[in-house]
């Protein structure tokens, strides 16, 4: 599975604010969940912490869907 590219503005962002902005969940209580059921990877590894800064280049994964964080 390819990832998609999502932009940002600034050089990071909080692993919740990206599921959403990669629109891979729909609000911010949707990815607290996913995150503490351990649904979500970055870079290959489960996270469970919702505010995991991320950085250009990171890729997340929730399911069958995969983005990256690309810089604005």
């Known amino acids: 599975m390819e990832p998609v590219d999502v932009p940002i503005t ?3 962002i909080r692993l919740g604010q990206f599921l959403k902005l990669a ?3 729909d609000s ?3 990815a607290k ?3 503490a059921e351990g649904l979500v990877s970055v870079n290959g590894e489960v996270e469970i912490r919702r505010g995991r800064q991320l950085r250009p ?3 997340v ?3 069958d869907q995969a983005a ?3 810089g604005g």
């Open 68 to 70: 990256r964080v690309a």
């Open 33 to 35: 969940a996913v995150i």
């Open 10 to 12: 600034d050089n990071s």
């Open 28 to 30: 911010g209580a949707d």
């Open 61 to 63: 994964t929730l399911g």
């Open 57 to 59: 280049g990171d890729t």
């Open 23 to 25: 629109s891979l969940i």
